[in-house]
């Protein structure tokens, strides 16, 4: 009776207990994850791919994988890859997505080139905002428009935001690590107006990955501050302008890159962890991870501290 209650236990256990990082049930290494709920209620993840050990952040697809308790994840495989686009062959980084009328829609960063670090004169790196569309939350997405969207020459981290009147807005950080924004057409696919620097409030330390998301009529755009701490502003509108309000989350040694979405009535911070791999790659590598995310009274952010559960 003993090894049978034994046993029972030991599923039990190692059925629902979470994991930081996440467990996805292989040993894939993802970073710049993006959570979204659909229709179905399911949690999806959309994060970049860091290959096995990689060097100087050459990377080829983006995946995707869905939940419905944060526990138990599926891996649907990789939604898109940089052998189907015609206009890059490289830096599959940081994607974003989001479902109007009927259809999903992925928004990526890539590129080709290499960036010469001691002659930069010499670089040939160059990187764009494309977009692919399917009719499914997991792919495969197929490049909608065939050209970037945006290059000047330098695109990075989109991040889509449908307000609840349904515009849609991209954000993405440009040449100088300016902060864009453009209202997109009702289709997604292309903008209205045109993409404009954002007003920060006088405060722009170096940045990347931007998440916007709405709570209690307030808009926060929130961003990893010099790439590493995680910081927010606030606004009473998606084109801001914004006011500092501080970091939320605090470095740990090598870049940070997060989503924020509320579910289940609980909301969440989706961010990566640099962790060594206990493989024969001697260094350490990105591994999605998530958090709780609890605010104060007056709106603003409390401080998260990262778990291993
Ligand atoms: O994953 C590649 C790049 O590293 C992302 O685009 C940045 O946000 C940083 O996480």
């Known amino acids: 009776v003993s090894a049978i209650a034994l046993f029972i236990f030991s599923i039990a256990s190692s059925c629902c207990v979470a994991q930081n990082p996440l467990d996805f049930g292989s040993n894939i290494k993802t970073a710049d994850p993006s959570g979204h709920i659909w229709a179905d209620g399911r949690m999806y993840l959309y994060t970049s791919h860091d290959q096995e050990c990689q060097e100087d952040f050459y990377m080829k697809d983006w995946h995707t994988f869905s939940s419905s308790d944060l526990i138990n994840w599926t891996a649907h495989g990789p939604s898109l890859s940089v052998a ?5 062959d490289n830096y599959a980084w940081a994607p974003d997505a989001a479902y109007k009328n009927g259809k ?6 890539a590129g080709t080139g290499v960036k010469d670090r001691v002659n930069p004169e010499k ?6 905002i494309g977009v692919a569309v399917s009719d499914s939350p997991t792919g495969p997405f197929k490049d909608a428009i065939g050209a970037p969207l945006w290059t000047d020459p330098y695109a990075n981290d989109p991040s889509i935001f449908i307000d609840d009147d349904g515009k849609g807005y991209l954000y993405f950080h440009g040449k100088g690590a300016d902060y864009l924004v453009a209202e997109m057409a009702d289709d997604l696919l292309s ?9 920060m409030g006088g405060y722009e330390p170096k940045m990347e990955g931007p998440w916007v998301f709405k709570r209690e009529g307030m808009y926060y755009f929130t961003m990893p501050e010099n790439n590493r701490s995680l910081a927010y502003y606030m606004a009473k509108s998606p084109f801001g302008p914004w006011e500092y309000k501080g970091i939320f989350m605090q470095e ?6 997060h ?9 969440i911070l989706f ?3 640099w962790l060594m791999g206990e493989g024969e790659c001697k260094k350490k590598q990105r591994h999605t991870a998530a958090e709780y995310l609890h605010f104060n ?9 990262r778990t291993r559960e």
């Open 84 to 88: 189907d686009i015609t206009w890059a």
């Open 104 to 109: 999903y829609y992925l928004f990526f960063p």
């Open 123 to 128: 670089s040939t790196k160059w990187m764009g």
């Open 191 to 199: 903008v209205k107006g045109e993409f404009h620097k954002m007003d």
């Open 252 to 257: 740990e040694g090598g870049n940070n890159h």
């Open 259 to 267: 989503s924020i979405v509320q579910f289940k009535g609980k909301w």
């Open 271 to 273: 961010y990566h962890r």
């Open 297 to 305: 009274a007056d709106g603003t952010i409390k401080e998260v501290k």
